[in-house]
């Protein structure tokens, strides 16, 4: 009998993913995705080790992931766009919270005619092992730290940190800290969206689970983006352009899968382009 029933749960898990699949391809046609999508898988056909925690296989998964990563590199390319003169020819990308290498694959491929010198920044030995062995310079830190660092000049033209911030033990620190103590023209911050925020914390939650966890596989603070507009602005930060990417479609009756991606998954995730003001966080007197 347990066999019976344990078929059939994979057997609806296997039709889930299908509708999920369904609903990543929608939502990348409405909101003008496909086209990246296509380029990216050209230029790094391989996702299995994106991650250290999990290995990304199947096609749902890898849909998943690849719709992101076009979500991200459009943002990404877009904070590019808004430069000028030199620095548009030779930008300096750090990547914060860097689990591979791939962004800055993608970002090098799609440059034509543009120069653009990378570092990435991890805490896990294992991802720094990953982005060095791909031939990008690269810092082992926290990332709250990562202005102590003695490898670490603070310049950067452009900061990225993709489903980083929700990791940290201290986000506003981190980007006060690299506000004030950095130099950039923008940064692309990228994070989980959700209607409503909540504290993570899912291996806490469950208290069944046993298992050790460390800062890649835990979310810590699950803000909506109104939240998150807050903490960027009392931060030292003016948001330059937001936009949220849904992984169902909007303008369409599957719109209502969005109750299954929030049970599953999340809504989708929200980006941001930030550009340095102070205007609100030096009014607080206790930095």
Not at 94 to 110: E, K
Not at 250 to 269: A, E, M, Q, V
Not at 270 to 283: E, T
């Given at each position: 009998?347990?066999?019976?029933?344990?078929?059939?749960?994979?057997?609806?898990?296997?039709?889930?993913?299908?509708?999920?699949?369904?609903?990543?391809?929608?939502?990348?046609?409405?909101?003008?995705?496909?086209?990246?999508?296509?380029?990216?898988?050209?230029?790094?056909?391989?996702?299995?080790?994106?991650?250290?925690?999990?290995?990304?296989?199947?096609?749902?998964?890898?849909?998943?992931?690849?719709?992101?990563?076009?979500?991200?590199?459009?943002?990404?390319?877009?904070?590019?766009?808004?430069?000028?003169?030199?620095?548009?020819?030779?930008?300096?990308?750090?990547?914060?919270?860097?689990?591979?290498?791939?962004?800055?694959?993608?970002?090098?491929?799609?440059?034509?005619?543009?120069?653009?010198?990378?570092?990435?920044?991890?805490?896990?030995?294992?991802?720094?092992?990953?982005?060095?062995?791909?031939?990008?310079?690269?810092?082992?830190?926290?990332?709250?730290?990562?202005?102590?660092?003695?490898?670490?000049?603070?310049?950067?033209?452009?900061?990225?940190?993709?489903?980083?911030?929700?990791?940290?033990?201290?986000?506003?620190?981190?980007?006060?800290?690299?506000?004030?103590?950095?130099?950039?023209?923008?940064?692309?911050?990228?994070?989980?969206?959700?209607?409503?925020?909540?504290?993570?914390?899912?291996?806490?939650?469950?208290?069944?689970?046993?298992?050790?966890?460390?800062?890649?596989?835990t979310h810590i603070f699950e803000l909506s983006p109104d939240d998150w507009d807050l903490l960027f602005r009392f931060s030292g930060w003016r948001i330059v352009k937001?936009?949220?990417?849904?992984?169902?479609?909007?303008?369409?009756?599957?719109?209502?899968?969005?109750?299954?991606?929030?049970?599953?998954?999340?809504?989708?995730?929200?980006?941001?382009?930030?550009?340095?003001?102070?205007?609100?966080?030096?009014?607080?007197?206790?930095?």
């Open positions: 009998m347990k066999g019976y029933v344990r078929k059939g749960y994979l057997g609806l898990k296997k039709i889930a993913f299908k509708i999920l699949q369904y609903s990543l391809n929608s939502a990348c046609k409405e909101q003008g995705l496909l086209e990246m999508r296509s380029k990216l898988a050209q230029i790094v056909p391989d996702l299995t080790d994106q991650y250290t925690s999990v290995k990304v296989g199947g096609d749902y998964q890898i849909s998943k992931v690849r719709s992101l990563h076009s979500f991200q590199i459009s943002l990404a390319r877009e904070a590019l766009s808004l430069l000028d003169g030199e620095k548009r020819q030779n930008p300096t990308i750090v990547d914060i919270g860097d689990s591979s290498g791939t962004h800055l694959q993608y970002l090098q491929s799609l440059a034509e005619g543009v120069n653009i010198r990378t570092l990435s920044v991890n805490i896990d030995p294992v991802a720094v092992k990953k982005v060095r062995g791909k031939g990008f310079e690269v810092i082992e830190s926290r990332a709250e730290l990562l202005h102590e660092h003695p490898d670490f000049n603070g310049n950067a033209t452009i900061f990225l940190s993709f489903e980083t911030i929700e990791h940290l033990l201290d986000p506003v620190s981190f980007l006060h800290a690299m506000s004030t103590k950095s130099v950039c023209d923008y940064f692309v911050v990228t994070v989980p969206y959700l209607y409503r925020s909540r504290v993570g914390l899912n291996h806490v939650r469950n208290q069944n689970d046993k298992r050790p966890f460390n800062a890649e596989t937001s936009i949220r990417y849904t992984q169902y479609p909007k303008k369409n009756p599957i719109t209502l899968l969005r109750y299954l991606w929030r049970w599953f998954d999340f809504d989708g995730f929200y980006g941001v382009i930030l550009q340095k003001d102070d205007s609100i966080s030096k009014q607080y007197q206790d930095w």
